[in-house]
Structure formats: structure tokens, C-alpha cells
């Protein structure tokens, strides 16, 4: 069975940067889109952004755009999410999941998922 480990999160003031990690294990990855998502308090389970693991191509919703960049190490089976110029907005437990299917952020796609991490933004 696919296990999905996030690592990374904590504490950052606004404006600073934190990278996540999502270490996979039981499976290659290479077959798998990878998607980061988040869930703030009290509000519904976005998707955030979404990489290929076979070419690196990667999607990401406008909120993020510019600011959050993903990439793999597939030597390393782990996808990571380099979160800069962030806002209280992001504050949220962010999740990693795998799917089979195409590059999308369509949640009900995704079979197995990580535990969570949480970040925190705040001054």
C-alpha cells in the first residue's frame, strides 16, 4: 500500500518561506501525479497544486501562483512544496496525495493521502 509522509511545516511570520516535503513509500511514484492540498479552519479542502511525477509538469491554482513552486526527486520518491511570500491566508493543515489519473486537483481522484502538516502564518 501506497504511504504518503508530509514533513515540514510550522511557524512563519507573513512574507517568509517554508518548504514541505511528501515523501512516498510501498510504490515508485513514477506513474503518480502528486497534489498538494490544504484545509483551513472551518472551510473545505482546496487543492492547491498538482506535478507530474514522470516530466515535472506542474499545475497551480491562482492563489499560489508565482508565490508556491512544486518539484520531485524521484531518486528520492518525495515531491516537495517550496511556499514562498506567504500570507496568513495560507495558514491551513496541507495534505499530499497520490493519484493514477491525469494532472488534475479533483479530490475524489486521489486514493491515498498523507497525514497532514500544519502552517501557520502569522506575526
Known amino acids: 500500500q501506497l504511504q504518503l509522509v508530509e514533513s515540514g511545516g510550522g511557524l512563519v511570520q507573513p512574507g517568509g518561506s517554508l518548504r514541505l516535503s511528501c515523501t512516498a513509500s510501498?510504490?515508485?511514484?513514477?506513474?503518480?501525479?502528486i497534489g498538494w492540498f490544504r484545509q483551513a479552519p472551518g472551510k473545505e479542502r482546496e487543492g492547491v497544486t498538482v506535478?507530474?511525477?514522470?516530466?515535472?509538469?506542474?499545475y497551480y491554482v491562482d492563489s499560489v501562483q508565482g508565490r508556491f513552486i512544486a518539484s520531485r526527486d524521484n531518486a528520492k520518491n518525495t515531491v516537495y512544496l517550496q511556499m514562498n511570500s506567504l500570507k496568513p491566508e495560507d495558514t491551513a493543515v496541507y495534505y499530499c496525495a497520490a493519484t493514477q489519473d491525469s494532472l488534475t486537483l479533483e479530490i475524489d481522484v486521489y486514493d491515498d493521502w498523507g497525514q497532514g502538516t500544519q502552517v501557520t502564518v502569522s506575526s
Open positions: 506535478i507530474s511525477m514522470r516530466d515535472g509538469e506542474a
Open positions: 510501498g510504490f515508485s511514484l513514477h506513474d503518480y501525479a
